[in-house]
């Protein structure tokens, strides 16, 4: 059972092999990593960078709701937007950006059903 939903901000990095992209191109390849999971729903991505960095990726800044898993020694909402950053690290490669949490919603009673 789910405790909340929270909506985070990250940056997300792609590795590329072509020297240029274009930003149709671009966007084309992070749609095509836009998950929907069990408990990851990517709402919205937005500023792309089709260019490569020193590391040949390109990037993309992405908002992502996340149902976190209820657990019954937490008590404070802080301690699942937290859960609910470790979470979107260990889905996506953000390579050590900053994941904001940009809103939560508990839920009383518990959420039984996940996003898919």
Known sequence: MFACKVRCRTTVFLK?????????????RFNEVKKQSRVISVKKIYDYKHWKNDHGEI????????????????DY???YELRACRIIREEFFTAGTA??????????????????
């Open 16 to 28: 590329v092999e072509e020297d240029e992209l274009t930003l149709e191109e671009a966007k084309a």
């Open 59 to 74: 990037a993309a800044t992405m908002e992502v709701d996340v149902l976190v898993r209820h657990d019954p020694y937490v």
């Open 77 to 79: 909402m802080a301690d």
């Open 99 to 116: 994941i904001q949490a940009l809103d939560s919603q508990r839920f009383q009673p518990l959420r039984k059903r996940p996003f898919r």
